[in-house]
């Protein structure tokens, strides 16, 4: 299983929560979206007993420290764009800024599923045969939901509230 988060926004509380949940479910691959925005939050997400990857958002400051700091927790920094083999599935992992290349990407047929984030509203799509998740904010900023997905590539997607 896949946990799929994004938008956290230093939310020290939720990141718990996120890590905790998916600890809990036993997921095996964490997948953020961007985001994170600070260095310090490396520190909760080193308690993930699941391999990490993450990208840049538009938000992040300092992405060099931010680098460093989940680079030593051991998470894997995939820059603005992922492009990962999990779980037998191709993933593209990006923030999603901007709407026309989010589904270019997903119209492509190149990836089976594109994971993105920024817009801090939950939802999951099918194009193509490509499912399109974004999982929702998980600060609840905005929205004033914090939400993170589980994806289960036999399965499906289910977006929780945390």
């Not at 799509?125 to 999982?135: A, C, D, H, K, S």
Request: net charge negative; charged share 25%.
């Amino acid at each position: 299983m896949i946990g799929i988060m994004a938008d956290s926004h230093d939310n020290m509380d939720a990141i718990r929560t996120a890590v905790e949940l998916f600890n809990k479910k036993k997921v095996r691959t964490v997948l953020h979206a961007g985001d994170i925005i600070s260095p310090f939050t490396a520190a909760a997400f080193s308690k993930l007993d699941a391999d990490m990857y993450f990208v840049f958002g538009n938000n992040d400051g300092d992405r060099l420290l931010l680098k460093q700091k989940f680079d030593e927790s051991g998470a894997q920094c995939c820059g603005d764009f992922g492009d990962l083999e999990i779980e037998g599935k191709r993933i593209a992992l990006l923030h999603g800024i901007y709407e026309p290349p989010v589904n270019a990407l997903a119209e492509s047929g190149d990836f089976d599923i594109v994971v993105r984030g920024h817009t801090h509203h939950a939802g999951v799509t099918e194009t193509n045969e490509t499912l399109l998740i974004n999982p929702g904010e998980t600060a609840g900023v905005l929205t004033g939901k914090r939400t993170v997905a589980i994806l289960d590539p036999e399965i499906g997607v289910e977006i929780i509230e945390i």
